[in-house]
């Protein structure tokens, strides 16, 4: 009997095995090698119509010594930071009204959804208007209401441009973080609220005894997602500023992009694999947040 098991069980294992090939092999295909040879043209001086040569660190010595990487790396930081905690504060307070009993709430969760629903190139081309020094909504609405009386250039000035871009930013992607916070707050049994309202809890104390642990796994999962995402970005960027004025908007993907422009691709993929050490924290950090909040 434990003979006919074994060969069972190792009969079963390789059925598990095959089974997983294909999935194997696709992964190898789709991720691995282009992830693997992206890491190696970045330590080659290929470009456009030349394999290029082996050159080690070349390119990660060249971008370490230009003031466009450092304005990317600081650039990236601001707008992941900015964005997301916005995005955090806004889809958290919207969730939470939602939430609530209010009628027209099943409309309103359809409006606040449109900017997530929007192509992120016509969203980005609209607030590309919206923020125009002349005939821009923007102004139109400052200077008629006398709030500002003057024309601002917002996104032709380095004081300016960065907030423009984390605005738009902000609206386009704060419904993925009301809709996956409100799933949360909608799956928390409500006998925790009547119980803590019971021991005479108020809406602070109950948020966070009750919806804040609930709800952290999720923001925890979106603050991952989100972060990565808006690294990653391009459109918001591109679109709105190009990386200007005087990079004062710059962020990893347009200075990659820049790289294709002038066809040097071993530069333009050392840029990207220079953001990979950034991502790999960000992902351990969230994951190990999460581990952390299950034991707990």
Same mark, same amino acid.
């Given at each position: 009997?434990? =003979? =006919?098991? &074994? @060969?069972?069980?190792?009969? +079963?294992?390789?059925?598990? #095995?095959?089974?997983?090939?294909?999935? $194997? *092999?696709?992964? &190898?295909?789709?991720?691995? #090698?282009?992830f693997g040879y992206a890491i190696y043209v970045s330590f080659t001086d290929r470009v456009v119509g030349n394999d290029g040569q082996w050159i080690g660190l070349g390119n990660f010595r060249y971008l370490a010594q230009s003031p466009a990487f450092s304005a990317a790396i600081q650039n990236t930081v601001v707008l992941v930071v900015a964005s997301d905690a916005l995005k955090l504060a806004i889809g958290l307070g919207l969730a939470l009204l939602v939430n609530q009993r209010l009628?027209?709430?099943?409309?309103?969760?359809s409006a606040l959804m449109l900017p997530w629903a929007?192509?992120?190139?016509? %969203?980005?081309?609209?607030?590309?208007?919206?923020y125009q020094p002349i005939g821009g909504g923007l102004n139109l609405l400052l200077t008629a $209401? !006398?709030?500002?009386?003057?024309?601002?250039?917002?996104?032709?000035?380095? $004081?300016?441009?960065?907030?423009?871009? @984390?605005?738009? $930013?902000?609206?386009? !992607?704060?419904p993925f973080w009301f809709v996956s916070i409100l799933a949360a707050l909608q799956n928390i049994p409500?006998?925790? #609220? +009547? %119980?803590a309202r019971v021991d005479? &809890?108020?809406?602070?104390?109950?948020?966070?005894?009750?919806?804040?642990? %609930? *709800?952290?796994?999720?923001?925890i999962?979106?603050?991952l997602l989100s972060s990565i995402w808006t690294a990653n970005s391009f459109e918001n960027v591109w679109l709105l500023t190009q990386g200007g004025p005087s990079d004062a908007t710059i962020v990893f993907p347009v200075l990659a992009y820049f790289g294709m422009q002038?066809?040097? *691709?071993? +530069?333009?993929a050392a840029v990207s694999v220079a953001m990979l050490p950034v991502l790999a924290i960000l992902v351990f950090a969230g994951t190990t947040m999460m581990q952390r909040g299950e034991e707990e």
């Open positions: 009997m434990s =003979a =006919a098991r &074994a @060969i069972f069980g190792s009969s +079963e294992t390789r059925f598990a #095995y095959t089974l997983l090939l294909p999935v $194997s *092999i696709l992964l &190898a295909g789709l991720v691995a #090698y282009p009628p027209g709430r099943g409309l309103l969760r929007m192509p992120a190139f016509v %969203a980005f081309l609209v607030w590309r208007v919206i $209401s !006398g709030i500002w009386p003057e024309v601002v250039d917002w996104l032709g000035q380095r $004081s300016t441009a960065m907030p423009a871009v @984390i605005a738009a $930013s902000v609206w386009r !992607g704060f409500l006998e925790l #609220y +009547e %119980a005479g &809890a108020s809406a602070w104390q109950r948020f966070w005894a009750v919806t804040w642990p %609930a *709800i952290r796994p999720v923001v999962v979106t603050t002038t066809q040097r *691709i071993g +530069e333009a």
